[in-house]
T-cell receptor, first 112, second 113 residues
Framework: GQQLNQSPQSMFIQEGEDVSMNCTSS?????WLWYKQDPGEGPVLLIA?????ELTSNGRLTAQFGITRKDSFLNISASIPSDVGIYFC????????????FGKGTTLSVSS | DVKVTQSSRYLVKRTGEKVFLECVQD?????MFWYRQDPGLGLRLIYF???????EKGDIPEGYSVSREKKERFSLILESASTNQTSMYLC????????????FGPGTRLTVT
């Protein structure tokens, strides 16, 4: 089946640093979503992207829908300890129904 | 705000027991989903439903069944629980069509001993 390759798998950073992560696929996607999951909780939607080239911000988070429609990027600026968690990308493949495809997640650790 | 609730946060069951996991959403969403989450494997889709009494198999339906008798409620059933079904189970819901944003419940951590 279709897969999303999310990288990096984990990151260990200092408070105040900027963070970048991405998801790539060999297939075209119509929608890209970014979620954050705190330990022991369900994922929470951070940003949704619906058009190729779209750049959307949510506070210190910025995500982009790649112009090839095969990738997406999430940046976090000036990280703080509460940014710790697992970040998932999810995409809706072109010519697909309702089921999203999820990346395996990027685990972010922030030291103060 | 969209609210998706799951009946239990933590559950401990014995091998061979029948287990019911309940999920309720309050936003009149047509679609509901069940995932399991395991370290290193990410989120894997078990079943989803796009309407009352309708269901579709996901990537790993073996050992599970589902029930959707009402629009707001989607149940996951483990007919005979096994230790390899120990996992975090997540329910989600979404509207049909654009946007395709899925909203998740808090999860149920199931341990089968």
């Amino acid at each position: 089946g279709q897969q999303l390759n999310q990288s990096p798998q984990s990151m260990f950073i200092q408070e105040g640093e900027d963070v970048s992560m991405n998801c790539t696929s060999s297939s075209i996607f119509n929608t890209w979503l970014w979620y954050k999951q705190d330990p022991g909780e369900g994922p929470v939607l951070l940003i949704a992207l619906y058009k190729a080239g779209e750049l959307t911000s949510n506070g210190r988070l910025t995500a982009q829908f790649g112009i090839t429609r095969k990738d997406s990027f999430l940046n976090i600026s000036a990280s703080i300890p509460s940014d710790v968690g697992i970040y998932f990308c999810a995409g809706l493949p072109h010519q697909a129904g309702t089921a999203l495809i999820f990346g395996k997640g990027t685990t972010l650790s922030v030291s103060s | 705000d969209v609210k998706v609730t799951q009946s239990s946060r933590y559950l401990v069951k014995r091998t061979g027991e029948k287990v019911f996991l309940e999920c309720v959403q309050d936003m009149d969403h047509e679609n509901m989903f069940w995932y399991r989450q395991d370290p290193g494997l990410g989120l894997r889709l078990i079943y989803f439903s796009y309407d009352v009494k309708m269901k579709e198999k996901g990537d790993i339906p073996e050992g599970y069944s589902v029930s959707r008798e009402k629009k707001e409620r989607f149940s996951l059933i483990l007919e005979s629980a096994s230790t390899n079904q120990t996992s975090m189970y997540l329910c989600a819901s979404s509207l049909t069509g654009d946007p395709y944003e899925q909203y998740f419940g808090p999860g149920t951590r199931l341990t089968v001993t």
